[in-house]
C-alpha cells in the first residue's frame, strides 16, 4: 500500500525468513518509483527469542547491501536511503528456559523432519500424539464399543463423514443414468484415491 | 483389538506407496461402501442391483488405480483417471462440493465452473512467489485454461482482516473513488484489492 502507508511490515516467518525479506526489499528499492517526500519505515518481525535485536537489522542490511551489491555506488547509497530499517519486533518469548525449550522443539523438529523424509511416514508426531489420546478415552470410556482404527486415525474432512453428500451431490447433476458408469464412477474411485494420500504425498514416486 | 492386521490399515502407519500391508478393497469397506450406498439409494427402487454394482465399480476401479502404484506417483495416476472423463466433464458442475476430492465444500469456481478447495489447489497447482499463493494454469478435470487464477492461501500469521471506511452520505462517494483508484493501482500486481480482506464494512447511505 506505498505510499499510502508510510510504515510496511515484513513478516519474516510467512516470507520465508530473513534472505527473503531481503530479496523483497531490494527488489522493491530497485523496481518501484519512490516519492522523495516520503521515507517509508519498514518493520520486519522475525519470530522466536533475540539476545541482541540489533544483529538481525545488521545481518538484514548486510543482505540488502550485498543483494544491490551489482548496482552503481551513488544509486546504492539512494536506494539505502529512501526507507528508514530501523524497528525489529518479535514475537515470542525471551526468558533462559523459554529459549531453552524452543531450541529443543527445534532440534525434535529437525531430527523428525530427517527421520520424515528417510522412513517417509506420511503423519507427524501431533497426528500420531491427537490419535493415541482418542483411543486412550475411547477404550477407557466404553471398551466394549467398537473402535475404528481407519477412521480415527485420519485427519477431520478426510474420514469420509461428508462423504455422502458430495456424492449425492455430483449423482444429481448428472444428466442421464448411463453418466453413473461413465462418468460418476472414473471420478469417484479417482476422488477416493486421492484423499487416502496425505498432503505432500501426492508427488512421491514409489521407486 | 481384533483382527489384529486391521492395524495394516492405519493410515499413519503407511510409509512409501509400495508399502505391502496396504488393503485397498479394507479401506473401502470400512470407509466408503456405506456411505456409497446411502448415496445410490435415492436413485434406485428396492430389489434393484443398481446399488451393489455401483458400489462394486468404484471399489474395482479403486483396486485398479492403487495396483497402478507400483509404477507411478499419486497425483499422476489421479490426471490419468480424469482423463478418462475430460469429453463429459464440462457438463457436471457441482454447487458447493470440491469435484476433485468430492470430500470438502469449497467456494472457489475455476473459470470453467468446476470448484476446486484450497487443499486440491495446493496439489494441482503451482506456488510461484511464496508458498502461500497458488497459480492454476488449467482445470484438471476438463483441461479449460485458466486465465490468471491466482489464489492467496492465508499464512499461518494472518488473522481476520477487515476493511472499514466511513463513508455515510456525500463521503461516499469520496470513499468509492478511493476504493477505485486503489483497485486500479493494485492490478500491476495482480493483487485484487478483494483478495485482502475477509469483511468489508463500508456504512453507505441508499
Known amino acids: ?207 | 483389538v481384533s483382527p489384529a492386521n486391521n492395524l495394516e490399515n492405519c493410515a499413519f502407519q503407511r510409509r512409501a506407496n509400495s508399502k505391502p500391508g496396504f488393503q485397498a478393497d479394507r479401506v473401502f469397506e470400512e470407509l466408503y461402501e456405506q456411505s456409497i450406498l446411502r448415496a445410490i439409494k435415492e436413485y434406485s427402487v428396492p430389489q434393484d442391483e443398481l446399488p451393489t454394482k455401483f458400489c462394486r465399480a468404484i471399489q474395482d476401479e479403486l483396486s485398479r488405480l492403487v495396483s497402478e502404484l507400483r509404477m507411478d506417483d499419486t497425483k499422476s495416476i489421479y490426471l490419468r483417471a480424469l482423463r478418462r472423463v475430460r469429453s463429459n466433464a464440462l457438463m457436471v458442475r457441482t454447487a458447493t462440493s470440491c469435484t476433485f476430492c468430492m470430500h470438502e465444500f469449497s467456494e472457489r469456481p475455476l473459470q470453467c465452473g468446476h470448484l476446486i478447495c484450497d487443499t486440491c489447489l495446493q496439489i494441482f497447482g503451482t506456488s510461484p512467489a511464496h508458498s502461500y499463493s497458488a497459480v492454476l494454469e488449467i482445470c484438471p478435470l476438463c483441461g479449460v485454461k485458466q486465465h490468471c487464477y491466482f489464489v492467496s492461501l492465508l499464512p499461518p500469521t494472518t488473522g481476520y482482516r477487515l476493511l472499514s471506511m466511513d463513508a455515510g452520505d456525500t463521503q461516499a462517494v469520496a470513499a468509492l473513488t478511493f476504493l477505485v483508484n486503489l483497485e486500479t493501482s493494485l492490478q500491476q500486481f495482480r493483487c485484487p484489492l478483494w483478495t485482502q480482506f475477509d469483511l468489508v464494512c463500508i456504512p453507505i447511505e441508499g
Not at chain 1, 522523495?36 to 544483529?55: A, C
Not at chain 1, 546504492?76 to 514475537?91: H, I, W
Not at chain 1, 483411543?135 to 485427519?155: G, V
Request: hydrophobic share 40%; proline share 6%.
Open chain 1, 1 to 207: 500500500l506505498y505510499p499510502l502507508s508510510e510504515i510496511i511490515y515484513y513478516f519474516a516467518t510467512d516470507l520465508g525468513g530473513l534472505g527473503m525479506v531481503a530479496n523483497i526489499i531490494a527488489h522493491q528499492v530497485t523496481k518501484y518509483r519512490r516519492i522523495e517526500t516520503i521515507k517509508p519505515q519498514l518493520v520486519v518481525v522475525v519470530d522466536g527469542p533475540v539476545e541482541d535485536p540489533s544483529k538481525f537489522s545488521r545481518l538484514l542490511d548486510s543482505l540488502i547491501s550485498e543483494l544491490l551489491s551489482d548496482a552503481p555506488e551513488n544509486f546504492r547509497t539512494e536506494a539505502k536511503a529512501t526507507f528508514s530499517l530501523s524497528t525489529m519486533l518479535y514475537l515470542g518469548h525471551s526468558n533462559r528456559t523459554a529459549r531453552a525449550a524452543i531450541l529443543r522443539e527445534h532440534m525434535a523438529a529437525s531430527e523428525h523432519q530427517r527421520n520424515r523424509h528417510v522412513n517417509r511416514p506420511y503423519f507427524n508426531f501431533q497426528h500420531t500424539e491427537a490419535f493415541l489420546s482418542t483411543l486412550i478415552t475411547k477404550f477407557a470410556e466404553s471398551p466394549e464399543s467398537e473402535f475404528s482404527f481407519l477412521r480415527s486415525s485420519r485427519p477431520i474432512g478426510y474420514r469420509g463423514m461428508e462423504f455422502p453428500f458430495h456424492l449425492t451431490q455430483l449423482l444429481r447433476r448428472v444428466p442421464a443414468v448411463s453418466w453413473i458408469w461413465s462418468f460418476v464412477v472414473p471420478i469417484t474411485s479417482a476422488s477416493i484415491f486421492l484423499c487416502n494420500y496425505p498432503p505432500g504425498s501426492h508427488c512421491e514416486s514409489s521407486k
